[in-house]
């Protein structure tokens, strides 16, 4: 009996530190677990790091976007230097290097001009080494952006669709059976190879600009000596005095020059007139004759 009840009493002892165990491990899940919240009361919803995420997303989007524009950028470089030739020799050089070539050029006594092609992607560094040459002031620097990026992707879409419209007028062209058919499909499709043709130059000459950039440099000369004249030379004086002369009786000339043919075509048909009403008056009237 004694045995028993303690058999009955230990069975109890262990279901209570059984019971004992459940509840710690249960609370120390809690008190683990409880710590989330406030995790998320320090970051609500996560927008912090979402946030920076996105910005970033934003930024590299931005980037990607800027550099697949297509741009067409022309430059004007206005310079002084006391050799335009020498400088104009520089310029060339420093294209050149740069991958570029030159498309006119223009040269004369103390003036010079170049217009060059360089790749857009190296029209600042031109820019840059051509107003850091030694010895030149510049005068005046001009940049001008055009975007043609939406021209650029329509004539995309407009080739890529004029191809498949040539394509589909080829299919036609094979299964066709009779003369006629033939000859009014062929008529068709060199008008549509013709158009493609068309759009191929004209995206050829876009992307081409977008490609190469243009720059002009003109270089004007500086330091030249003046020429002073004097004041009291009589014989400078007088070969300006007389060269005003003779321009004047020049334009007199060029005058009486256009007014001659209206005096002669007008002129002497109003003389002829004025004479004869002249000659009318002094005429002398007869006496009447008398019965």
Avoid at 65 to 86: G, H, K, M, Y
Avoid at 137 to 152: I, K
Avoid at 182 to 191: G, M, P, S
Wanted: glycine share 10%.
């Amino acid at each position: 009996m004694g045995r028993r009840v303690g058999l009955v009493v230990a069975a109890f002892a262990v279901l209570a530190l059984a019971g004992c165990g459940a509840s710690s491990s249960s609370g120390s899940s809690a008190d683990q677990a409880a710590p989330a919240p406030a995790q998320e009361k320090a970051q609500p919803g996560g927008t912090p790091k979402q946030d920076s995420a996105a910005t970033g997303e934003a930024e590299r989007a931005g980037t990607s976007a800027q550099q697949n524009r297509q741009l067409v950028r022309t430059a004007t470089i206005e310079l002084r230097a006391p050799d335009s030739d020498a400088v104009l020799t520089q310029v060339k050089d420093l294209v050149i290097a740069q991958g570029g070539y030159s498309a006119q050029e223009r040269s004369q006594p103390g003036r010079a001009s170049v217009t060059v092609k360089v790749p857009g992607d190296r029209l600042d560094r031109v820019m840059g080494a051509v107003t850091g040459l030694d010895g030149v002031e510049v005068g005046r620097r001009e940049l001008q952006t055009e975007d043609v990026t939406e021209q650029v992707v329509d004539i995309e879409a407009r080739l890529a669709n004029q191809r498949a419209s040539v394509e589909r007028v080829r299919g036609l062209l094979d299964r066709a059976t009779t003369t006629s058919e033939i000859t009014d499909i062929e008529a068709e499709l060199t008008k549509r190879q013709s158009e493609l043709e068309s759009l191929q130059r004209r995206y050829e000459t876009v992307t081409g600009q977008v490609a190469m950039a243009t720059l002009t440099v003109v270089i004007s000369a500086t330091g030249e000596p003046v020429v002073v004249h004097d004041e009291n030379d009589f014989l400078a004086a007088f070969a300006g005095g007389w060269k005003a002369l003779v321009g004047a009786f020049g334009w007199l000339l060029v005058v009486l020059g256009g007014v001659l043919p209206f005096a002669v075509v007008l002129g002497l048909p109003t003389f002829g007139y004025l004479w004869w009403r002249r000659r009318r008056r002094v005429a002398p009237v007869a006496p009447p004759s008398t019965p």
